[in-house]
Every structure is written in C-alpha cells, then in structure tokens.
C-alpha cells in the first residue's frame, strides 16, 4: 500500500518564519493533484503535459482565489529521489501560506508522509542501499566536517562494492562446495583445503578491517569523548572551561564541587569532540559525591581519550604512575595544570611518556593551544580519505556476525563436517551481510531505521 499511496510533507523547517516555504509531494497522484490547486503564469501549459525536472511559475489558487505566487518543479518516475512522480512547490515563509498549502494537497488527496517515508520509498524502488539511506540520516544531522565526510562517503556508496564483492565470493564458496557435494561419491576434489582457506583468510581480513573502522568511525560520527579525570582541586573545571572559551563549569577551591557529568562539544579542525567535566576522585565519607565519582569511573571505560590532571605545584610521580595504571585507558594525555605557580619540571628525570605529556595554566591560558593541537592529531584522518569506514551499531553487529559465520566455516572444513552443514553457515554469512544494504530487512527493521528521519525526507 505504501506506494499506492500519494503523500506530502514540508522539505524545510517549520519553525518560524522563512523567505521560502518548499513542500515535496510523491505518488502516482502527486501531479494531478498539484494541478488542481496550481494556476500557471503560462495558462497553455497543462502541467501534466509538461516534461521531467522542469519549473513552473504561477499561482496557488483555491476555488478562484489566489493564495501566493509559486515554483512548481516536476520530477517525472523512475527519475526523482523516490523513483515515483515528484512535485515540489516552493511557497514563501508565511505560517498562513504554508498551512494552507498542506490543508489544501491533504483535501485533494495526499495524506502526510511519516518521518523517513520519501527515502524508504526511495529505498523500496531501488534507487539506493539501505546503508545509503541510513547516510542521508546521518548527513542531515551532521555537525562536523567529519560526520559529513563520513556521511557522504556512504551516501556515494561507501561500503556497497565491498558487501558486493563479499557476497559474490561467498556465493561462489557456497558453489564449490556444492559441487564437491554432488560429486562426492566419485571423488572428484574441486578445489584444495589450501586454496578454501586462502579465501577464508581473504574474506577474514575484509571483515576485520570494516569492524575495526567502526571504532573511531563511530567516533567521529557521535564525536570522539574526551573525559577529563584527576584529583579535586586539580583544575579540570578551569580547564574545561579554558578549552570551550566560556564559564560552563563552576570553578572553586572548594574540593568535590563537581558533583555531576558536565559534557559540551567543541568542534577541532572539523572534528567534533565530546569534553566531559567529571569529579574528582578521592576517598570521600559524603554519599553524593561516592554516586558522582562512580559515574567517573563508569565515563572513564566508555572514553576514546582521557585526559588525567594533576596539580603541578604537588608533582609526585610515583602517584600519578599508579593513577594511571588504575584508570586502564587506550589512551591518555598527562597534563600538569598550574605551572605558572610550580617549580619547573626537569622531564630528563621523570619516566612519563613525554610524547603524551603537557604543562599548561589552565587559569591563564598557558599551553592551551598546544593540548588543542595534540587532541586534533590524536584523530587519524586518512580513515576519511578511505572507502572502509562505518558509523553505524547495526553494521557493526551485521559484520560481528558475519565473522561468526566464517569461523564457523573453518571450524566445519578443519572438522570435516558435510558440505551442507558448512553451507548453512554461509547462508547465515550472506544473510548477515544482506541486512546492512537491505536485500533482507523486515518491517520492524525498516521502520525503526526511517522512523528516525525528520518529516519531509
């Protein structure tokens, strides 16, 4: 029913007023209804005559009346965004206009399209992957140069050659092995263990690079959380603040005045990081601050980088060694805050890693920018220059249980397990691999995927 169905909705926000109002109406009806509420400039033109992606001026008219003047563009099936008959009115901004123009397509026919509904159809007429209409999601609510880049490497179809070709040479697996199983009784060997390990291994490496990409993929689509931890007084407010250029974390020298998670972004050479703002962490008899500091230590697991602070006027080495080595973080950068009050550190005596460490003021602004420049490096950028990059938790969870499958594979070749038992694990491996571009997908499925797509897309 869904493409029987003519449906409308506005392209541009609602909110407020605007110099242009654009409405998008798509479905077997969508031209004849437009030209019942659609007077052209030109009264010889008949727009259902007219040709694809053309524009038309005239008038939006209701029973004689004119309501405002308007551009009427015409995409023609299977060439428009849906792969349906498209119209799109621009309008201007005016609320009355705008509510009026829906009213009036809603009275000649069309119904308001769910949120997703134009990329879903665009989806189910086969003008793009499911992967594909997940990225116009994400390019939508992008709000870093690399979430966009992201979002538009998927949108071209980032992923697709590469699922293409992973189907095709399980297909052809799945082949192999049923040839060996209709000439088993002959012993006729169609191809060695040797060269069916070889494209296991090749399928393997193919999969493990997509997983591993979605580590710092989705990192930089969510933006990459950087937790700042130390003891109470130590500066991680100043600094916090120091970093986003504004007061947003309360500053004291009362120890353990950060009770809660204080998180804003800040938005580094197109990259966009989560700082979150977290208590200090000590021993305490005060009950709300035991709950905020095990909220630390719960943010601290889930960081892609922690920043450990420690007060430079009270340097001691040894526990800030055995910090460290309690917080068990990939990533750390060691930063003495308040050097305008410390003695100098001699870093010839000290063991800390010197290529992760930093001495800054906080308070005055003194070495800020370098820890600015050191977070921005800290991202690999050549991940967005490359093809196998993923953003999203259920491609992650799509190519975990793809993997899956090709170890069981193996396991069932080293074990000698019969041809057909091995390829039930290659039908659950491209069964895997056909939920991410949608070749399998179930309504339920679909609809929490589109369901999260504003209105008019």
């Given amino acids: 029913m869904i493409n029987k169905e003519t449906i409308a909705a506005p392209a541009t926000s609602s909110s407020g007023l605007g110099a242009i109002f654009l409405v998008r109406i798509s479905g077997k009806e969508s031209i004849d209804i437009v030209e019942n509420i659609f007077r052209p400039v030109n009264s010889r033109k008949i727009l259902r005559n007219q040709k694809s992606h053309s524009v038309h001026l005239g008038y939006l008219s209701n029973n004689g009346k004119d309501l405002d003047q308007v551009l009427v563009s015409l995409f023609r ?72 880049s992201i979002a ?3 949108m071209r179809g980032g992923i697709f050659p590469i699922i293409k070709e992973l189907r095709k040479e399980l297909i052809q697996f799945a082949s192999i092995l049923e040839l060996e199983l209709d000439f088993s009784s002959e012993n006729v060997e169609f191809y060695s263990k040797e060269d069916l390990y070889k494209l296991l291994d090749k399928l393997e490496n193919k999969l493990k690079g997509l997983i591993d990409s979605f ?26 603040n120091a970093l986003l250029k504004e007061n947003r974390s309360i500053v004291s020298k009362i120890p353990g005045t950060t009770r809660d998670v204080i998180e804003e972004s800040l938005i580094l050479d197109g990259i966009r990081f989560r700082f979150i703002d977290t208590a200090g962490i000590r021993q305490t008899e005060d009950d709300i601050e035991k709950i905020s500091i095990q909220k630390t230590i719960e943010i601290i697991r889930k960081a892609q980088l922690i920043i450990y602070l420690f007060d430079a006027t009270s340097f001691e080495e040894e526990r800030i060694l055995n910090d460290i080595s309690k917080i068990r973080a990939s990533r750390i950068f060691i930063v003495a805050n308040k050097i305008d009050l410390a003695n100098k550190i001699d870093l010839k005596m000290i063991k ?12 005055l602004g003194i070495g800020i920018n370098g820890l600015k420049n050191a977070l921005s490096n800290f991202v690999d950028r050549k991940i967005l220059d490359q093809k196998m990059v993923i953003s999203q938790w259920r491609h992650y969870e799509a190519f975990i249980g793809t993997l899956d499958s090709i170890y069981e594979i193996r396991k069932g070749i080293e074990r000698g397990l019969s041809e057909d038992l091995i390829a039930m694990d290659i039908r659950q491996a491209l069964h895997f691999l056909g939920e991410v571009t949608g070749d399998v997908s179930t309504d339920n499925l679909l609809e929490n995927i589109f369901s999260k797509f504003c209105i008019g897309k």
């Fill in 215 to 240: 580590s710092l993929g989705n990192a930089l689509k969510q933006g990459v959380s950087v937790v700042l931890v130390g003891a109470p007084n130590s500066g991680k407010s100043t600094l916090f």
């Fill in 352 to 363: 800390i890693d010197l290529s992760s460490f930093f001495q800054i003021s906080a308070k």
């Fill in 152 to 154: 538009m490497m998927q």
């Fill in 77 to 148: 099936s299977p060439h428009s965004y849906t792969g349906e008959d498209m119209v799109e009115i621009s309008c201007h901004g005016s609320s009355y206009i705008r509510d009026k123009l829906l009213q009036l397509l809603l009275e000649k026919g069309a119904r308001m399209a769910r949120p997703g509904e134009f990329t879903m159809r665009a989806f189910i007429n086969g003008k793009m992957d499911l992967s594909q209409a997940e990225a116009v999601a994400d390019l939508i609510y992008a709000e870093s140069e690399s979430s966009h």
